[in-house]
């Protein structure tokens, strides 16, 4: 009978201290894991973030560059993580879009291993090319590359990522022979761009965009599906020379699984104040960034859909990673 009684003691506890651990969080620094290198466009959105979310916080916010893997490694050591809310990743299209279906096999389930929390932005991406291409359009860069099969090679952030993916569609629907070339992040792809080793990348325009301005790169289009305010003289993709062609990247707050509802949605009111300061939102909209701030059940919603989509997407374009 004592034993009966203790036992219901200590459940009863449990439940009575979880409120209170959420009401008394944070009281230590929130480790920020970004699955990219250190200098990517997720790397700088999330440094960004971190910074306003540390005053609305009263907490230092740490930020950890996980690179590789697509994203997965970052990812995997987030769900993995106790759900404290200490420990939070910034996802990405690759990690919680792409990833599942592009994968044979990986460490977590991107829905099953993860609390969403706040969408943060979303965004078109460039297609930039070393100046030394002969080609000022998506057009003649099709023409070019069909004339010179295999000369042209493609840089991205990572196997997996929405750079990766995003000339993945492109060279599928133009038909294309441009061989792929990953790296652990979109700085040092962008260092190899400049440099001619390789010669095509699609990257986000908050790397890419200071690049074409001092004439490092040149950049073709965007690839959303309307120009973007940032380049008005930029085209889209589809109207430059391959119709029907969009895609647009986006990052986004997640915990691990089992994350108490109070501190997700603690952590997503930061998130949605810090996304509506107007410093920060001139900053990332200057980067072609849209912010978001939406709702865990929002963001949860939205990862669904995405998956849905990018999973059509990969299939049709035969990629599978061991």
Do not use: C
Not at 197 to 223: E, W
Not at 289 to 314: L, N
Request: glycine content about 8%; cysteine-free; charged content about 15%.
């Amino acid at each position: 009978m004592h034993r009966i009684v203790a036992a219901v003691a200590v459940v009863a506890l449990a439940f009575a201290s979880a409120p209170a651990q959420a009401q008394d969080y944070p009281n230590k620094p929130i480790h920020f894991i970004v699955p990219a290198a250190a200098g990517g466009p997720t790397d700088v959105t999330t440094r960004l973030l971190a910074q306003k979310m540390s005053a609305l916080l009263g907490q230092t916010v740490v930020v950890e560059a996980r690179p590789g893997a697509g994203g997965n490694i970052g990812a995997d050591v987030v769900a993995r993580a106790a759900p404290d809310g200490y420990t939070i990743l910034m996802a990405t299209i690759g990690t919680h879009a792409i990833n599942q279906t592009l994968y044979k096999k990986l460490p977590f389930d991107p829905i099953k291993d993860f609390t969403p929390i706040s969408q943060v932005v979303q965004y078109p991406l460039l297609l930039v090319v070393n100046p030394d291409v002969p080609v000022k359009s998506v057009k003649e860069l099709i023409d070019y590359a069909k004339a010179n099969p295999g000369k042209l090679n493609r840089a991205s952030g990572g196997s997996g990522t929405s750079m990766h993916l995003s000339g993945e569609l492109f060279v599928h629907q133009a038909q294309l022979d441009m061989p792929h070339v990953p790296y652990k992040g979109s700085a040092p792809a962008l260092t190899d761009v400049i440099g001619n080793h390789v010669q095509v990348m699609f990257d986000s325009m908050i790397t890419a965009l200071p690049l074409v301005k001092s004439g490092k790169l040149r950049a073709l289009a965007v690839t959303g599906a309307q120009r973007s305010p940032v380049v008005p003289d930029v085209p889209t993709v589809a109207e430059a020379g391959l119709p029907g062609y969009s895609a647009t990247g986006w990052i986004g707050v997640v915990g691990p699984a089992n994350m108490p509802p109070e501190i997700a949605n603690k952590l997503q009111a930061a998130i949605a104040k810090a996304l509506a300061d107007p410093d920060l939102r001139r900053t990332l909209i200057e980067q072609a960034a849209e912010p978001v701030g939406s709702t865990p059940a929002e963001f949860a919603k939205f990862i669904d859909a995405e998956t849905a989509k990018w999973a059509i997407a990969v299939r049709g374009a035969n990629l599978v990673i061991e």
